[in-house]
């Protein structure tokens, strides 16, 4: 088969490990032809500067073929939002797909797809949709053209010419009935999830002994993992105080990721041999310190490391958010109702003293479902739908 990966509602970057990227890398794994259409757009510096790659063609290290296309707009902020790209349509026709599953339903561009569909009838289109109330529609103008502009000039479109959109959560389900109008008897969940050929979960006890021993700690010690992007909005300075207070020597936190700029200071105070901060690490590297952890906490707003630590079968505790009930398995995490230091002190103090309730996150969280976050599992499904969905 042969599989497009239309990705022109956000920043492509080869070194990433995003659903834009591991999705097509199982889909060529599974031997289907793929190619991915992504904007010349690959990062966006700390100082909020964007950097663009080459337009052109490449081959991927995984053998996907790598379409680079320009920006009609040329100002980033602006085209950020109308997502506007320069002849698409003869580069999709040239691939000759059998598949097209579209990344974000709120892109313009994407309009020429009702054209191709109409003069290749068997191509199948597919959409998937990244966006909640969490992270969307937060000021007029996010909600104006997502509600607006977006739904009564695209999606409805877009509905006409296929029979499956995904969300990547329940919440993102939602929101594409919700916000954009889809039929609810269209909508599909898909998980984002872990690359298997990182995990290397067969050497999990291996693994975590040597990252424990790197950092000086304990086999006995309580290890708390978390990290990610950490702002305000995902609370990690605040349970790494509660953390710092706890009386206990035992429990410890090792933390990763990349911190705010007004939060420095404020961690910087908290670091001790109890409270140790790694630094960024590259994703591929996530899973080794996720073995390296009693329990992996994550007490702000979503990211797919939650998805990446079910995946690595370790028990969790994952801020309580309206439409990520898929993360709870079978007693794999606790969710966490409040956002203040004392709380976390008082979850914390039952994890580590309850040690029947420690027990049963850690049986829940071996459950065979956790394959399920696997993208060799996710890439399959697509295939399964698509195969089942075809007039």
């Not at 995946?311 to 709870?328: E, T, V």
Request: aromatic share 12%; with cysteine.
């Amino acid at each position: 088969m042969n599989i497009i990966h239309l990705t022109l509602c956000s920043l492509f970057n080869e070194k990433y490990a995003y659903q834009d990227n591991l999705l097509p890398r199982y889909h060529k794994k599974l031997g289907h032809n793929v190619t991915i259409i992504a904007p010349t757009y690959a990062t966006i510096n700390n100082n909020g500067q964007v950097y663009e790659e080459l337009k052109g063609t490449k081959y991927l290290s995984d053998g996907c073929k790598l379409i680079r296309v320009s920006p009609l707009i040329k100002s980033y902020k602006i085209n950020n939002h109308l997502h506007l790209f320069k002849n698409i349509t003869p580069i999709i026709e040239a691939e000759n797909p059998d598949l097209i599953f579209t990344h974000g339903v709120n892109c313009f561009n994407y309009l020429c797809l009702i054209k191709i569909k109409k003069k290749y009838p068997n191509i199948q289109i597919v959409f998937d949709n990244h966006m909640d109330n969490y992270n969307s529609c937060q000021n007029i103008l996010s909600k104006f053209l997502n509600k607006v502009i977006f739904r009564n000039l695209i999606s409805r479109k877009l509905n006409k010419i296929s029979k499956i959109f995904y969300g990547v959560t329940p919440s993102r389900c939602s929101f594409l009935h919700d916000t954009f109008g889809i039929p609810q008897e269209k909508i599909k969940l898909l998980y984002m999830g872990a690359d298997d050929d990182k995990m290397q979960y067969e050497k999990h006890i291996e693994i975590r002994k040597k990252i424990r021993s790197q950092y000086n700690i304990c086999d006995n010690d309580f290890l708390i993992i978390t990290g990610g992007k950490i702002d305000t909005k995902k609370n990690i300075h605040l349970l790494l105080k509660a953390i710092s207070e706890y009386p206990c020597k035992h429990v410890k936190v090792l933390f990763f990721g990349s911190i705010e700029d007004k939060l420095k200071e404020y961690i910087s105070k908290l670091l001790s041999n109890r409270i140790i901060y790694i630094g960024w690490i590259s994703s591929d590297n996530v899973y080794q310190y996720f073995y390296a952890g009693d329990i992996i906490i994550f007490p702000g707003l979503h990211s797919v490391l939650w998805e990446q630590a079910i995946a690595s079968k370790r028990p969790c505790i994952f801020n309580h958010l309206k439409g990520f009930d898929h993360i709870n398995l079978e007693g794999n995490c606790l969710f966490l109702e409040q956002s203040n230091i004392d709380y976390y002190k008082s979850i914390i103090n039952n994890v580590f003293t309850d040690k029947a309730l420690y027990k049963s996150l850690l049986d829940g969280s071996q459950a065979s479902r956790t394959e399920d976050f696997m993208y060799s599992k996710i890439a399959l499904k697509v295939i399964y739908d698509i195969k089942n969905n075809i007039q």
